[in-house]
T-cell receptor, first 112, second 115 residues
Framework: DAKTTQPPSMDCAEGRAANLPCNHSTISGNEYVYWYRQIHSQGPQYIIHGLKNNETNEMASLIITEDRKSSTLILPHATLRDTAVYYCIVRVASGGSYIPTFGRGTSLIVHP | DSGVTQTPKHLITATGQRVTLRCSPRSGDLSVYWYQQSLDQGLQFLIHYYNGEERAKGNILERFSAQQFPDLHSELNLSSLELGDSALYFC??????????????FGQGTRLTVV
């Protein structure tokens, strides 16, 4: 199972881009990278996922390196409401199931 | 709104008691996952059900059990409760793999307090 490594905390000024890195050096060729976030004590929220191409949606952009060993989640214009714990996970297979398995994530604080 | 509904939102009970947490997945989702999150701890996977069948177990205690019913809602039963069982319990659902994306959608959780 591929594991991920994220910095424990980051901060960002409101209105600026927040770039959250994630290392997943043992990722397999068919494993997707998913990003979720959890605003304090709320249920985690899906943000974006990708396999090898860069992806963009209304919430964020996901940049995956060519060797797929790392990725970066980009929040282009961070707001105070983006303050949350961000989780980078690799889809983990167990007995035919794909289990979202969460690490400690990165606590992002967006300040005024 | 993720479309996943969990009830109750809050639950306070005494040690030794038994409680049942309920989860209604998004319409059409066959997979249900249960997670536990203790204070300042990460999300710990407990168990996964797919279309009524148990598919995977994580760090679930023997005092805990779950099931998924024919209408796809799921219940997590916690018995002989201890103070350390106090936590947020989240349910998530996802679509079948053959639909492509398998992102999970989480409910807002049940906050269990054991006193």
């Amino acid at each position: 199972d591929a594991k991920t490594t994220q910095p424990p905390s980051m901060d960002c000024a409101e209105g600026r881009a927040a770039n959250l890195p994630c290392n997943h050096s043992t990722i397999s060729g068919n494993e997707y990278v998913y990003w979720y976030r959890q605003i304090h004590s709320q249920g985690p929220q899906y943000i974006i996922h990708g396999l090898k191409n860069n992806e963009t949606n209304e919430m964020a952009s996901l940049i995956i390196t060519e060797d797929r060993k790392s990725s970066t989640l980009i929040l282009p214009h961070a707001t105070l409401r983006d303050t949350a714990v961000y989780y980078c996970i690799v889809r983990v297979a167990s007995g035919g199931s794909y289990i979202p398995t969460f690490g400690r994530g990165t606590s992002l604080i967006v300040h005024p | 709104d993720s479309g996943v509904t969990q009830t109750p939102k809050h639950l306070i009970t005494a040690t030794g008691q038994r409680v049942t947490l309920r989860c209604s997945p998004r319409s059409g989702d066959l997979s249900v996952y249960w997670y536990q999150q203790s204070l300042d701890q990460g999300l710990q996977f407990l168990i996964h059900y797919y279309n009524g069948e148990e598919r995977a177990k994580g760090n679930i205690l023997e005092r805990f059990s779950a099931q998924q019913f024919p209408d796809l809602h799921s219940e997590l039963n916690l018995s002989s409760l201890e103070l350390g069982d106090s936590a947020l319990y989240f349910c998530a659902s996802s679509a079948p793999r053959d639909r492509g994306s398998t992102e999970a959608f989480f409910g807002q959780g049940t906050r269990l307090t054991v006193v």
